[in-house]
């Protein structure tokens, strides 16, 4: 069965710019969650969706961040203008159920802001 | 005000010298509480789901146990590939999810 997909896996950009990422979870799961972690932190819930719809983005800095999962499957992460502190590993996961469920997790990419 | 704290921060142990990890969380409405494995340069790996207090769950060398406010992870006589940073996850409420800082393991051969 193949894993979470995640690219790129790396990627530097210059503060102001726009990056995004891209992700396709495991087929078959319903909810994909997008986590940011900063080195020596533990993963921190960016958003969280259900099939198509949007479960909890409570954590999402909505005034740069944006993400979409179309169709149910594939979801697409965006941030625009990056700031230095958006340097971190951005985790994209997928589940069979609802959060309450294991989560697989993709490799991540990792963002450098310069 | 963290909703999950993992300690110690950091271990380093003797290979065969076992040792246990605390997740302690303040959530209400706990609905699972999870580790995961996380190796340097990749995504957590799942571990174990514990559901209610007095629960256990065992894998290899790893026991996982969870009361009302707390969980440990016990490595029982490690070796050097258990050495990684343990997640504790717990999921609560309306569908929320947080993640403590880890727990990182070295086992020195």
């Known amino acids: 069965e193949a894993g979470v997909a995640q690219s790129p896996r790396y990627k530097i950009i210059e503060k102001r710019q726009s990056v995004a990422f891209w992700c396709n979870p495991i087929?078959?799961?319903?909810?994909l969650y997008w986590y940011q972690q900063i080195l020596g932190q533990g993963p921190k819930l960016l958003i969280q969706?259900?099939?198509?719809?949007?479960?909890?983005d409570s954590q999402l800095p909505k005034d740069r961040f944006s993400a979409e999962r179309l169709k149910g499957v594939d979801s697409t992460l965006k941030i625009q203008p990056a700031k230095l502190e958006d340097s971190a590993v951005y985790l994209c996961?997928?589940?069979f159920g609802t959060g309450y469920n294991e989560q697989f997790f993709g490799p991540g990419t990792r963002l450098t802001v310069l | 005000e963290d909703q999950v704290t993992q300690s110690p921060e950091a271990l380093r142990l003797q290979e065969g010298e076992s040792s246990s990890l605390n997740c302690s969380y303040t959530?209400?409405?706990?609905?699972?509480l999870f580790w995961y494995r996380q190796d340097p340069g990749k995504g957590p790996e799942f571990l174990f789901t514990?559901?209610?207090a007095g629960e256990e769950k065992e894998k290899e060398r790893l026991k996982a146990t969870l009361t009302k406010k707390e969980s440990f992870l016990h490595i029982t006589a490690p070796k050097p590939e258990d050495s990684a940073t343990y997640l504790c996850?717990?999921?609560?409420?309306?569908?929320?999810?947080?993640f403590g800082k880890g727990n990182q393991v070295v086992v020195i051969p």
């Open positions: 996961a997928s589940s």
């Open positions: 087929s078959g799961h319903a909810t």
């Open positions: 969706f259900q099939n198509n719809g949007v479960v909890d």
């Open positions: 959530v209400s409405g706990l609905r699972g």
């Open positions: 514990l559901y209610s």
């Open positions: 996850a717990v999921a609560y409420g309306n569908n929320r999810l947080a």
